[in-house]
């Protein structure tokens, strides 16, 4: 039989904003940065994510897939930031990271994202080639999809966008994998489906068309900071989209505190199984304690 676990976090929002100059903080930055200072500093906390990194490696994962907003405002010193705590959770080939919305803040220079580039890179790249979304990788029996939804958006705008490029060489990877026996994961940041205009993936309903005629068995995104379990329609039937709260955060409003998601996926030589299994905080007396409990356990497939 063969098995392999899949951790899953997100938008851990590392903190503390490095030092910034007034000129860095220009259109967009200037409402993120109130934000910042007006109290989501205190709703992420850096000893919160070290907890729940340390407890996600207690469980000895075979992988570790991250979904993006690793940093705030896109600043340059978030992204070496970014790139130490990265090193912390492992190595690029234990980790894949694809980026989020609060990564492209504004539009990073090419030596931000280097920074990070070693974590998104598929298992084809030659050296010294640009990154490009898609990418695959390909770990035992897993073969992770990593796309990126990350653009920069106007103030009080977090849409993400795909874009028809992307989608067509998404399909073409697919379509190159339908032999392929492989457990396929697609990692994004966005969520395919939102309530909010503000925060959807505006491209949306071209990728799920996608998903319906290539197959894909298991979908994990950030984003909304919430505990989530969507199901949409599939090659070979329903597929699982899973979210997960933010991996710093404290409980407020109806958000929830930092979790993170664990997937234990078998293969019995004729069909797939993934067991989701949920730990994290249960609640700020959790949190205050520095305590990790298994919040929930559902055979998805």
């Known amino acids: 039989m063969t098995a392999l676990t899949l951790a ?8 503390p904003l490095p030092p910034l100059r007034l000129h860095q903080l220009a259109g967009k930055r200037a409402i993120g940065y109130l934000n910042w ?35 705030n405002l896109a600043l340059p010193g978030e992204f070496t930031q970014a790139r130490a705590w990265l090193g912390d959770v492992g190595t690029p080939h234990n980790v894949t990271l694809v980026p989020g919305n609060h990564d492209a803040y504004v539009r990073p220079t090419q030596k931000q994202i280097s920074e990070w580039e070693d974590y998104m890179l598929g298992d084809s790249a030659r050296e010294g080639a640009p990154l ?12 992770l999809i990593g796309v990126s939804s990350s653009v920069p958006t ?6 993400g966008w795909l874009g028809s490029s992307q989608l067509d060489a998404l399909d073409r990877g697919l379509a190159q994998l339908e032999s392929d026996p492989s457990f396929h994961v697609l990692l994004i940041h966005h ?3 939102s309530k909010d205009s503000h925060k959807r993936l505006t491209d949306a309903d071209a990728l799920l068309a996608l998903l319906k005629r290539r197959n894909v068995n298991l979908i994990l995104h950030g984003h909304d900071h919430i505990h989530s379990t969507m199901w949409f329609e599939g090659q070979h039937g329903r597929i699982p989209a899973i979210g997960v709260p933010s991996a710093s955060a404290t409980p407020h409003r109806h958000y929830p505190p930092a979790a993170y998601n664990l997937f234990s996926i078998t293969h019995d030589g004729s069909s797939w199984r993934c067991e989701h299994r949920v730990r994290g905080f249960a609640d700020q007396a959790a949190i205050d304690r520095g305590e990790i409990s298994e919040l929930q356990r559902t055979q998805l497939i």
Do not use: C, N, Y
């Open 132 to 143: 490009s979304f898609p990418f695959l990788r390909r770990r035992g029996p897993l073969t």
């Open 191 to 193: 969520p395919l489906s």
């Open 37 to 71: 200072k007006r109290g989501r500093h205190a709703i992420h906390r850096r000893d919160v994510l070290d907890t729940l990194v340390a407890d996600i490696k207690a469980q000895s994962p075979d992988h570790i897939a991250v979904t993006g907003d690793l940093i």
């Open 154 to 159: 106007g103030p009080f705008m977090a849409t």
């Open 8 to 15: 899953h976090l997100s938008d851990p929002h590392l903190g």
